[in-house]
């Protein structure tokens, strides 16, 4: 079974992602435009199918060392992450808005093949086993009392490292153009997610702490790879399973507004929302 046949089958019973909690939680009227209306986007930031294409890059590299034992060469991986972007850029039918550091499909292709150069240098797995590459998982969601739900957390797992000490890592590959502030990562809701899915999956016992990383991609003239350590413990995951079933709550409420900020600017919606 494929990834996507993987995810869909998972999609088929009551479920909330990550991806859905964040929507919302940002701004609900968007949540409602995307997943209650399905409308079609308005237009799309270059920063979607650039960050698609790195991720599907950085699978294939991780993958060719679990499956086959060797390292991607990098003109491969170049060339698969060319062939992506171009096939993802030909194929949409919605407008694209290009940002100042990549104003066209040159500049957006030029930018990938200097984050990929970067991080084929610079990326070592020495001491670690990889476990799990783009794995879709789910978890049943519990009440504050400890009662099961009818709803399902669901998510796919970015990378899953075992060390040398057998300590279970959760990894969320991101690229950014700005360094991330370690409080931002230790309130990170994607890595509780992948923390919360580990635990109940039994990858780690259900009551330990979930090491977490983020490895960052940084969109610079000399482009660099930063990783970011943090931990999940059981309570925190508590507190998002409550998050995820309040989030779920107020859309059965049909609780939908604007909330403006930064993220309008690359809004799918900005017309629709103008119009609410």
Same mark, same amino acid.
């Given at each position: 079974? @494929?990834?996507?046949?993987? #995810?869909?089958?998972?999609?088929?019973?009551?479920?909330? &992602?990550? &991806?859905?909690?964040?929507?919302? #939680?940002?701004?609900?009227?968007?949540?409602?435009?995307?997943?209650? $209306?399905a409308r079609p986007q308005e237009r799309v930031s270059i920063a979607l199918p650039f960050g698609s294409s790195i991720h599907a890059s950085l699978e294939r590299y991780y993958r060719s060392i679990k499956e086959k034992g060797i390292r991607e060469p990098l003109g491969v991986?170049?060339?698969?992450?060319?062939?992506? =972007?171009?096939?993802?850029?030909?194929? @949409?039918?919605?407008?694209?808005?290009?940002?100042?550091?990549?104003?066209? %499909?040159?500049?957006? =292709?030029?930018?990938?093949?200097?984050?990929?150069?970067?991080?084929?240098?610079?990326?070592?797995?020495?001491?670690?086993? =990889?476990?799990? =590459? $783009?794995?879709?998982?789910?978890?049943?969601?519990? @009440? $504050?009392?400890?009662?099961a739900t009818d709803l399902k957390l669901i998510g796919v797992l970015d990378l899953v490292l075992k060390d040398e000490t057998g300590h279970i890592i959760?990894?969320?590959?991101? @690229?950014?153009?700005?360094?991330?502030?370690?409080?931002?990562?230790?309130?990170?809701?994607?890595?509780?997610?992948?923390?919360?899915?580990?635990?109940?999956? %039994?990858?780690?016992?259900?009551?330990?702490?979930?090491?977490?990383?983020?490895?960052?991609?940084?969109?610079?003239?000399?482009?660099?790879?930063?990783?970011?350590?943090?931990?999940?413990?059981?309570?925190?995951?508590?507190?998002?399973?409550?998050?995820?079933?309040?989030?779920?709550?107020?859309? $059965?409420?049909?609780?939908?507004?604007?909330?403006? &900020?930064?993220?309008?600017?690359?809004?799918?919606?900005?017309?629709?929302?103008?119009?609410?």
């Amino acid at each position: 079974m @494929t990834k996507t046949e993987a #995810l869909q089958d998972l999609k088929k019973e009551l479920h909330v &992602s990550h &991806s859905q909690i964040f929507t919302y #939680l940002n701004c609900s009227l968007k949540y409602r435009f995307m997943y209650v $209306e399905a409308r079609p986007q308005e237009r799309v930031s270059i920063a979607l199918p650039f960050g698609s294409s790195i991720h599907a890059s950085l699978e294939r590299y991780y993958r060719s060392i679990k499956e086959k034992g060797i390292r991607e060469p990098l003109g491969v991986l170049l060339n698969y992450f060319e062939h992506h =972007i171009k096939l993802e850029l030909d194929q @949409t039918q919605i407008p694209i808005v290009f940002k100042k550091e990549t104003p066209d %499909r040159d500049a957006v =292709i030029d930018m990938g093949i200097a984050m990929l150069e970067t991080f084929h240098e610079g990326v070592d797995l020495t001491g670690f086993e =990889i476990l799990e =590459i $783009e794995r879709p998982l789910s978890a049943r969601l519990y @009440t $504050e009392e400890g009662q099961a739900t009818d709803l399902k957390l669901i998510g796919v797992l970015d990378l899953v490292l075992k060390d040398e000490t057998g300590h279970i890592i959760a990894v969320d590959n991101k @690229t950014a153009a700005k360094p991330y502030a370690q409080a931002t990562v230790d309130d990170d809701n994607q890595l509780t997610c992948y923390a919360y899915l580990l635990a109940a999956n %039994r990858y780690v016992f259900p009551t330990a702490e979930v090491q977490c990383r983020l490895d960052v991609l940084r969109k610079l003239k000399t482009p660099k790879l930063e990783h970011y350590h943090t931990v999940r413990t059981a309570d925190q995951r508590r507190r998002f399973a409550k998050l995820a079933t309040a989030v779920l709550n107020a859309i $059965e409420a049909r609780t939908f507004l604007p909330q403006p &900020s930064w993220m309008c600017s690359d809004c799918p919606y900005q017309d629709a929302c103008r119009s609410w």
